[in-house]
């Protein structure tokens, strides 16, 4: 098989995360430019959980906080030639997490730690964690 066969359910799971990045961008610069005197690149102090724009806005800067790591990983894994499997389903559990985080703290205002999305947080750095492993293993 080739790489693209290999690694169909891995593209896959690359294309959706990139995808639930896109969503939350969108959603966060939308609502925050909704608001009145908004600034370009400046989000208002004041706000906290209790604000739609604070969550949007905490949601896609914590996906910039993770994405980086495991899309290097991916190509990593790609590059090296880990199990298709393993990378596939790493990939996915770290998509549908980053899916469900998001989807808790758009709906959650809370202070509360941990709340509810802080373990889905977890389970995506876990997926994550567990295909740099992966990586390691292979390049043994």
Known sequence: MNGSETYTMAYWGVLIALVILL???LIASGQKA??????????????????????AHRTLMNSLENYPLMLGTVFLAFFIGTSAFWTGLFIWVFAIARLIHMILYYKIATEKNPSPRSYFFMIGLAANVALLILCGITLI
Do not use: T, Y
Request: hydrophobic residues 35%.
């Open 34 to 55: 909704k608001q009145p005197g908004a600034v370009p690149g400046k989000i208002d102090d004041s706000l906290s959980h209790s604000s739609f724009v604070f969550r």
């Open 23 to 25: 969503v939350q961008w």
